[in-house]
């Protein structure tokens, strides 16, 4: 049963992260659907954005492990870190999206080499640019709030945004109550 502790800490810290992806990920493929209605175009959302979300909340979950996710996180400024996250975790997602696009050529042809030819000679260069941009500005919102939350102390950001009630403490500052 040593390993049931691992379990819950994993899937506490994987849900959440999916949580937010879910979220960010359901309303841009909401606008998607949206904007695709006007050329009677049906678009069904749901399991790309729960696949998306949970994909994106692993990946983020192992980068925050490895030394890619944690170089910056102590000696720079609030805003240099998250650039950095950002833009090094943006990338990871840009080789996702593209794998993801060689995974559909794939299953389509029936050849990685193949795929990967058709891939390249049909690339839809603006959709992936469209999904790379979203996918990044998702992981700039979950790297800023993570960043600050980490240096306000670990939840206390989180009881901010969603606890009511607040004290004072004996320094004069104000803090939120469990």
């Known amino acids: 049963m040593s390993w049931l502790p691992a379990v819950k800490r994993e899937l506490k810290e994987v849900g959440l992260v999916t949580l937010y992806f879910l979220f960010c990920f359901g309303i841009i493929l909401t606008l998607k659907k949206l904007f695709l209605a006007d050329y009677q175009i ?3 959302p749901l399991s790309a954005a729960v696949i998306g979300a949970l994909v994106a909340a692993k990946v983020v979950v192992v980068m925050d492990h490895a030394r890619a996710g944690t170089r910056f996180v102590a000696s720079h400024a609030l805003a240099a870190t998250v650039a950095y996250k950002t833009l090094v975790y943006g990338a990871a997602g840009a080789v996702v999206v593209f794998a993801e ?11 990685l080499e193949v795929a990967f030819a058709d891939l390249w000679t049909h690339l839809d260069k603006n959709a992936i640019l469209a999904k790379v941009i979203c996918v990044t500005l998702a992981l700039a919102g979950y790297h800023f709030y993570a960043e600050i939350d980490r240096r306000l102390g670990e939840g206390t950001l989180r009881r901010l945004l969603w606890s009511r009630d607040e004290i004072s403490s004996p320094s004069g500052q104000r803090e939120v109550k469990n």
């Open 101 to 111: 696009e060689l995974f559909h050529a794939y299953r389509a042809t029936g050849g």
């Open 42 to 44: 049906r678009f069904y």
